[in-house]
C-alpha cells in the first residue's frame, strides 16, 4: 500500500468514524439528561454504539487484511486461491473486529463513568463542562487516532497470516522484519526494532498511531544469522 493509499483510507474511515461519534455524543447527552444521571446509558445505548462503530470498521479492515493477506502471498510468487485458507483468516479477523470494538466500547464506558464520578465528587458543575470532557471520547482526534492504529494493525495481521499459511503450506521459512515508517516522528519508540527481525512476539502497532509495518523475507537459519550480523555492522 503506498503512502497515499494508506492516507486516504486513514482519512475515509476517520471520516466514517468521527460521524458516528458525533451521533453518539448527542444522543448520549440526550439520554444523561440535565443534571446528567450515568444510569440512564443503559445496555441498549452502548449496544448501539457497537453496532454502529462495527458496521464502519469490520468491512474496511477486513478488506485490508484480506489485499495484504493475498498481496504478501504474491511477493513469493504465490496466489492464494479465493477460497483457500481465506476462511480462517477472514474468521480471525471478524473476531478481531470484533473484539476491538468491544475494547473500544470498553474505554469509553469506562471513561465516561469515571469523569462522571469525578464531577458528582465535586458537587457543584456546569452541564458544558461535563459536556466538554465527555466529547473527548467522540472526538475527531479519537477517531482519527482509531482509524490510523488499526489500518495499521490489519495490514500487519494480513501479512502474517499470509506468512503462516505459506510456512504451513509449502514449508517456507518466512521471517518478519520490522519497518518503521520513517516520515514519522511517533514512530521514535519503534526505532530501535527496524529492520530487525521480530522475535518477541510483538508486532506494529506499538502505540497509537504506530505507521510501522512489516516486510517478509525467506531465510533459513544461517541466513538469518548472516542478516543479524550485518545489522550489527551496520550499527
Ligand atoms: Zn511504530
Given amino acids: 500500500?503506498?503512502?497515499?493509499?494508506?492516507?486516504?483510507?486513514?482519512?475515509?474511515?476517520?471520516?466514517?468514524?468521527?460521524?458516528?461519534?458525533?451521533?453518539?455524543?448527542?444522543?448520549?447527552?440526550?439520554?444523561?439528561?440535565?443534571?446528567?444521571?450515568?444510569?440512564?446509558?443503559?445496555?441498549?445505548?452502548?449496544?448501539?454504539?457497537?453496532?454502529?462503530?462495527?458496521?464502519?470498521?469490520?468491512?474496511?479492515?477486513?478488506?485490508l487484511f484480506y489485499d495484504d493477506f493475498m498481496a504478501a502471498a504474491q511477493r513469493f510468487g504465490i496466489t492464494f486461491g479465493v477460497e483457500t485458507g481465506s476462511a480462517d483468516s477472514l474468521q480471525f479477523i471478524r473476531n478481531y473486529s470484533f473484539?476491538?470494538?468491544k475494547?473500544?466500547?470498553?474505554?469509553?464506558?469506562?471513561?465516561?463513568?469515571?469523569?462522571?464520578?469525578?464531577?458528582?465528587?465535586?458537587g457543584d458543575f456546569m452541564l458544558e463542562d461535563v459536556a466538554q470532557k465527555l466529547y473527548r471520547f467522540y472526538s475527531p482526534v479519537r477517531a482519527e487516532m482509531i482509524a490510523s492504529t488499526e489500518i495499521t494493525r490489519a495490514t500487519v495481521e494480513g501479512e502474517r497470516a499470509s506468512g503462516r499459511e505459506l510456512a504451513e503450506r509449502y514449508g517456507l521459512s518466512i521471517v518478519d522484519i520490522w519497518q518503521t515508517a520513517r516520515d514519522e516522528k511517533e514512530?521514535?519508540?519503534?526505532?530501535?526494532?527496524?529492520?530487525?527481525?521480530?522475535?518477541?512476539?510483538?508486532?506494529?502497532?506499538?502505540?497509537?498511531?504506530?505507521?510501522?509495518?512489516?516486510?517478509?523475507?525467506?531465510?533459513?537459519?544461517?541466513?538469518?544469522?548472516?542478516?543479524?550480523?550485518?545489522?550489527?555492522?551496520?550499527?
Fill in 99 to 101: 473484539n476491538l470494538v
Fill in 103 to 122: 475494547g473500544i466500547t470498553e474505554t469509553t464506558r469506562k471513561g465516561i463513568q469515571d469523569a462522571l464520578s469525578q464531577f458528582y465528587e465535586q
Fill in 187 to 235: 514512530c521514535e519508540l519503534c526505532r530501535p526494532r527496524d529492520r530487525h527481525i521480530i522475535r518477541d512476539g510483538v508486532y506494529p502497532p506499538m502505540h497509537p498511531r504506530c505507521r510501522c509495518g512489516i516486510r517478509q523475507e525467506i531465510m533459513n537459519e544461517e541466513r538469518q544469522i548472516e542478516y543479524e550480523a550485518g545489522l550489527e555492522d551496520a550499527n
Fill in 1 to 63: 500500500m503506498t503512502d497515499e493509499e494508506r492516507r486516504k483510507r486513514e482519512r475515509k474511515l476517520g471520516r466514517q468514524l468521527s460521524e458516528i461519534f458525533g451521533i453518539h455524543f448527542e444522543e448520549m447527552m440526550d439520554l444523561l439528561g440535565d443534571p446528567p444521571d450515568y444510569s440512564k446509558l443503559d445496555d441498549e445505548y452502548w449496544l448501539r454504539y457497537q453496532a454502529d462503530l462495527l458496521r464502519v470498521l469490520s468491512p474496511q479492515l477486513e478488506q
